[in-house]
T-cell receptor, first 115, second 114 residues
């Protein structure tokens, strides 16, 4: 999985609790992304980062925040989890150019269940 | 805004037969098209991409895809299917006018029957 790890791989939590998912890469790539995967929707972009402390919103960013204090780590936080955030979350990375032709490479995913 | 459609939720094909997984797209700028495959409980694996040039793109595991600008399509093909090709396939597009936004289709589940 292209030098990308995600932790935890599975998590069950309760509505209203904060949750943080971690993505770690060993490729030294500049761009990192968080997606969620839901049946019938494919993958939808939540947030992405184009460098340390540089982040931007994606298509479905409401209810999520991100942080990137080091090149290798990109954190996704659900401040107060809701049942609608039950999903599989994927981290992706792409190379340093930021070109629209760059390929994205995906981590193994985190399955989050909010009860 | 860009969008991707995969008109078939499920494709069934017999082992050894050719397979096609369909994808159509809509963008305002130049399209950059990608195919990914997802095996159970795994992340997405990159298969191939079209950037420019030859309309027939060859990728991993014997897959290829044909870009058709007039039909706004980018169908994934393989001449002879294997049981191990059974998986979920995603088409994705990037619009040259919209930077980092990578839009995925809903996915097509391919079942190759022995």
């Amino acid at each position: 999985d292209a030098g990308i790890t995600q932790s935890p791989r599975h998590k069950v939590t309760e509505t209203g609790t904060p949750v943080t998912l971690r993505c770690h890469q060993t490729e030294n790539h500049r761009y990192m992304y968080w997606y969620r995967q839901d049946p019938g929707h494919g993958l939808r972009l939540i947030h992405y980062s184009y460098g340390v402390k540089d982040t931007d919103k994606g298509e479905v960013s409401d209810g999520y925040s991100v942080s990137r204090s080091k090149t290798e780590d990109f954190l996704l936080t659900l401040e107060s989890a809701t049942s609608s955030q039950t999903s599989v979350y994927f981290c992706a990375i792409s190379s340093s150019t930021g070109s629209v032709t760059d390929t994205q490479y995906f981590g193994p995913g985190t399955r989050l269940t909010v009860l | 805004a860009q969008s991707v459609a995969q008109p078939e939720d499920q494709v069934n094909v017999a082992e050894g037969n050719p397979l096609t997984v369909k994808c159509t797209y809509s963008v305002s700028g130049n399209p950059y098209l990608f195919w990914y495959v997802q095996y159970p409980n795994r992340g997405l694996q990159f298969l191939l991409k079209y950037i420019t040039g030859d309309n027939l793109v060859k990728g991993s595991y014997g897959f290829e895809a044909e870009f058709n600008k007039s039909q706004t399509s980018f169908h994934l093909k393989k001449p002879s299917a294997l049981v191990s090709d059974s998986a979920l396939y995603f088409c994705a597009v990037r619009d040259g006018n919209y930077g980092q936004n990578f839009v995925f289709g809903p996915g097509t589940r391919l079942s190759v029957l022995p």
